[in-house]
């Protein structure tokens, strides 16, 4: 039995085919990796199996249950950075993590907020966001959707903004989350690092799936781009 499968998802929107019929699975204590050219419909499938969007047909399952945007038990066991960054504002970091960890519904968020921050982040946690830099400001998003550990972790374009030390950073981190009990979908441009940290690598073009290869295979991703 697979931990999550996605069950010929199909999206339209506008009279627009984002996703037509994609069907796939992951393996619990994986990273699954999603690559292809803008407008392939990545950040689309992403938010769908985050509960940020629904599907147009088709169903998404976590555990063999369906994951729904209005299952609240379902939706605290998965954790999301998609789509933007965290907003210029007042907030300190760690104030930012608070608000996130509170809206997916976290228990225990003091016990969450005595872990240290990776990334070299644990100096700057009580800092202003509006201080932040870019990349500063990636690592945040990245922190408040990993630090409460829950099960199916979700990041688009965890690399953008990365300098190399926090780019070797992130794979390292990424481990230690698929120790701690964790399953990872990620996307990346970026084709060193999908190639290094992801077990399977899906390869999506204009909504359709072109191809899935395993870890043995990953040298042959080249041709299906």
């Given at each position: 039995?697979?931990?999550?499968?996605?069950?010929?998802?199909?999206?339209?929107?506008?009279?627009?085919?984002?996703?037509?019929?994609v069907d796939f699975s992951v393996k619990k204590?994986?990273?699954?990796?999603?690559?292809?050219?803008?407008?392939?419909?990545?950040?689309?499938?992403?938010?769908?199996?985050?509960?940020?969007?629904?599907?147009?047909?088709?169903?998404?399952?976590?555990?063999?249950?369906?994951?729904?945007?209005?299952?609240?038990?379902?939706?605290?066991?998965?954790?999301?950075?998609?789509?933007?960054?965290?907003?210029?504002?007042?907030?300190?970091?760690?104030?930012?993590?608070?608000?996130?960890?509170?809206?997916?519904?976290?228990?225990?968020?003091?016990?969450?907020?005595?872990?240290?921050?990776?990334?070299?982040?644990?100096?700057?946690?009580?800092?202003?966001?509006?201080?932040?830099?870019?990349?500063?400001?990636?690592?945040?998003?990245?922190?408040?959707?990993?630090?409460?550990?829950?099960?199916?972790?979700?990041?688009?374009?965890?690399?953008?903004?990365?300098?190399?030390?926090?780019?070797?950073?992130?794979?390292?981190?990424?481990?230690?989350?698929?120790?701690?009990?964790?399953?990872?979908?990620?996307?990346?441009?970026?084709?060193?690092?999908?190639?290094?940290?992801?077990?399977?690598?899906?390869?999506?073009?204009?909504?359709?799936?072109?191809?899935?290869?395993?870890?043995?295979?990953?040298?042959?991703?080249?041709?299906?781009?």
């Open positions: 039995m697979m931990y999550l499968s996605i069950n010929k998802v199909s999206k339209i929107i506008k009279k627009n085919q984002i996703l037509n019929q204590n994986s990273i699954f990796g999603i690559i292809g050219n803008n407008g392939a419909g990545k950040s689309t499938l992403l938010k769908i199996i985050a509960t940020v969007t629904p599907t147009t047909q088709g169903t998404v399952t976590l555990d063999e249950k369906k994951v729904l945007q209005e299952d609240k038990s379902v939706q605290r066991r998965i954790s999301y950075f998609i789509d933007h960054l965290p907003p210029e504002n007042d907030l300190t970091g760690e104030e930012y993590v608070v608000i996130y960890l509170t809206y997916k519904g976290i228990n225990d968020i003091k016990s969450i907020l005595k872990r240290e921050w990776p990334f070299s982040m644990e100096a700057h946690r009580h800092k202003k966001i509006k201080t932040y830099s870019q990349g500063m400001k990636q690592k945040l998003g990245i922190i408040a959707a990993t630090i409460g550990q829950q099960e199916l972790i979700i990041l688009d374009e965890p690399h953008n903004s990365l300098d190399p030390r926090s780019t070797i950073q992130l794979r390292e981190y990424l481990k230690q989350l698929i120790s701690g009990g964790s399953t990872i979908i990620l996307t990346s441009h970026t084709l060193t690092e999908i190639t290094t940290v992801c077990d399977n690598v899906l390869v999506l073009e204009k909504g359709n799936i072109k191809g899935i290869l395993q870890n043995n295979e990953l040298e042959n991703l080249e041709q299906l781009l």
